[in-house]
């Protein structure tokens, strides 16, 4: 599976943006789909996970009643919703495929995109 995310940019405080993610490959509704974040200096951290039919999804504390994951796998895409999106919320943000949901850990994801970056200003 190859991963390509998109969508990110210059936002300020408060303001919406959706990310996606496109997979290659007939196997993409087989995956469950993460997306993680990594700020500068920082490790890379979960932000939220849907299952491979879509009808589970999981995020982090941080981020949950402001984002929402989503897919289409009639186009092998999986979006993250963001909404009242705040200065730590700046990030590189990566898609990744995973056999199993719910999975947090980094290690756990067998194929990542390349990242997109997200600046929120305050």
């Known amino acids: 599976v190859q991963l390509q995310a998109s969508g990110g940019g210059l936002v300020q405080a408060g303001d919406s943006l959706r990310l996606a993610c496109a997979a290659s490959?007939?196997?993409?509704?087989?995956?469950?789909m993460g997306w993680f974040r990594q700020a500068p200096g920082k490790e890379r951290e979960f932000v939220a996970a849907i299952s491979s039919t879509g009808s589970s999804t999981y995020y982090a504390s941080s981020v949950k009643g402001r984002f929402t994951i989503s897919r289409d796998n009639a186009k092998n895409t999986v979006y993250l919703q963001m909404s009242s999106l705040k200065p730590e919320d700046t990030a590189v943000y990566y898609c990744?495929?995973?056999?199993?949901?719910?999975?947090?850990?980094?290690?756990?994801?067998?194929?990542w995109g390349q990242g997109t970056l997200v600046t929120v200003s305050s």
């Open positions: 990744a495929a995973v056999r199993m949901f719910p999975r947090i850990a980094t290690s756990s994801y067998e194929y």
């Open positions: 490959g007939r196997t993409f509704s087989s995956y469950a």
